[in-house]
């Protein structure tokens, strides 16, 4: 069977794990040659490996999108050593529940330059080689928290809704250049970002919920993504929000 993005430049943010390291590797899967982007050199490593066994192709770039020169020069650096960029996928993301009173400032903060700024500077550096080639596809991961709002996810809803909103303008901006904007918005699925939740009653409320379901998997996710991308370049998936069966 072809390989439904053979000869595609793809580049997948928060790749070293979860829904990022699932992506990247269904997109190589597919043909696509993956620019894995994220903080852990060691963990890239071990992915782009697992691409490279598989015979995929796979480039590291060691980088934090919340640092704005880094953001930049990632994609330049993918830029330069593959020419184009096909696919975008802005994964990277970090979530700090709890309530508003209780909050550290600084999880906002972090939250909106990895969330948001990270995602919009991602979006800029990749968007004129789009438009100049007049084809593109940008993924932005948001989430159900960016559709609807819970007591315990105030801030980290207010990043998600920030996604859609960036999203469609970019969307709307865009579409005449034939370049593409999909929003994915997970449920609950079974990754490590529950470990970054500082506040300690929100964390054990919030892992004992998912207990008692059976959650999603990052390759559900990397599916939606797979489907997004494969489809005709006459269609636009705009909006994929996808729960567990037993979310309500």
Known sequence: MAKRLAGKIAVVTGASSGIGEATALALAAEGAKVVLIARRADRLEQLAKKISDAGGEALNVVADVSDIAQCQKAINEALEKCGAVDILVNNAGVMFLGPVADANVEDWKKMFDVNVLGLMC??????????????????????????????????????????????????????????????????????????????AATKDAVRSWVDQMTPLQSEDIAAAIIYAVTQGEHVNVNEILIRPTEQA
């Open 122 to 199: 991602c979006t800029r550096y990749v968007l004129p080689g789009m438009k100049e080639r007049k084809r593109g596809h940008i993924i932005n991961i948001s989430s159900v928290s960016g559709k609807q709002v819970t007591a315990r996810s105030s801030a980290y809803s207010a990043t998600k809704f920030a996604v859609g909103a960036f999203s469609d303008g970019l969307r709307q901006e865009v579409h005449k250049d034939k370049i593409r904007v999909t929003v994915i918005e997970p449920g609950a699925v079974a990754t490590e970002l529950t470990d970054h939740i500082t506040h």
